[in-house]
């Protein structure tokens, strides 16, 4: 009898945390389960986005619920996204302190683009037509608008406009007012205006939603009008109906869940300024979104794919010398296979210091003066697919520090003090790897031998070849002081 392994992803949303279960056989998903739980995280964002106890107790109960589903599951087979909410809020490192404790899966908090990423390839697993299509996802705290064509994304955006956050904002007393509704309209417009003229360019022949609110404003169009096709004109029709009940207690509709309540006069004026602004003419509800962009990855079994291919587009951009890096990638995998024990290093520690090689030198189309910290800022503050935020910053501090002076201002304004040891030994690898091949020949590498401890690196070095190498040598001894502020030393021999 097949067994076929089983595949788990979790979404950590603004308003609802979602956990679905599914195998795949033959090439395609089944899903077995599914799981979804109110949390109302994002109303619990203060003005200074601080998440408030209640709030964190919430999702501390669910995910503690979540990871008794999950009981069994290898980490590799669980995949969990946290959004806008958990992205803004300020206390972050204390959510996720406190989350280790009832839930042992690694929460991920990806950006906006790589939720509107997450969200396309969802519905792209499951719908196919051979136009343009755009994709719209109302959450709570963001909105993700996407065009692509099968399963390639041509243009991603997150804006901060959310079905929670705008209700906070103009309906949080349940007064419904034409007045309120198209100061919600104009503040959704605003947001969009940006991304506009762009995306009209770019065109589409299809418009699908896929998030609770589309699905809730597409169930009160049927009740109301006989209709699953939501237009304009229908949108309008809606908000009549609110207005007309002038209160969200008032407003009675088989189609409008009680829990939707709080949040779907927010919703619905995004969606009418998203229409405004794109001259949409129309949209239909799709039940496929991140969840299902998360298992086909993880079904698909290439962790590093994605993200390998974002980088070279990335390197290929920025002109990057490829050779140079490929050799100092080699460098790299030889040092990284003599710490690996003894460092208890794992295969994605060397992809991520692969990548970093690859894009040290982005920023030398800026400067080649301070390359370092133009190239941190370029990849730190780009949109890169595939990768968390966490990935992302991981990446920056890498390319930040992989050169000259190591502040220890500078290096706790990016790493957190107890990640630094850890970073602290994927920093040197890339540090000594990028030093061994400053002439940017190969045949001028030299020959060593490395030996490494919890807490040292010992490099040796033919003692002949060492003493005609003096600048090398030099240069080795300025490297022992820029570690100072590390939790490693560099100890240097010759034999």
Known sequence: MTTYPSFAAVDLGSNSFHLVVAREVD???QILHKEKQRVYLAAGLDENNHLDDDAIERALHVLAQFAATLKGYEKKHVEVAATYTLRKCQNLRHFLKQAKHVFPYKINVI????????????VANY????????VIDIGGGSTELIIGKHHHHKLLTSRDIGCVTMSKRYFDDGKLTEKRFQ???IEAEQNIEAIAASYQKMGWQTCLGTSGTIKTLVAINEELFASK???LSSLFQIQAHFIAAQKLEHVDLKSLPPERKSSIAGGLAVLIGAFNQLNMTEIIYCDHSLREGLLHELAQNDEFDIRARTIASFADHYAVDTE??????????RLFDAAKAPWQLESLDLEILRWAVQLHEVGIAINSSGIHKHSA???SNSQLPGFTQEQQTLLGALIRFHRKKIKNVDLNALIEVESQPQFAKLLTLLRLAILFHQKRQKNLVPEYTM???NQTVELMFEQTWFEQHSLFAADLEQEQAYWKNLVLSLNIATY
């Open 27 to 29: 090439g395609r998903l």
């Open 111 to 122: 950006s906006g683009q790589e939720e509107a990423r997450l969200i396309y390839q969802g």
């Open 127 to 134: 719908i196919h037509d051979d136009g343009n299509r755009l």
């Open 183 to 185: 100061k919600a309209t």
């Open 229 to 231: 096709t939501l237009s």
């Open 324 to 333: 140079h890096a490929a050799n100092i990638c080699q460098t790299i995998k």
């Open 377 to 379: 800022y370029v990849v």
């Open 451 to 453: 030996v490494v401890t």
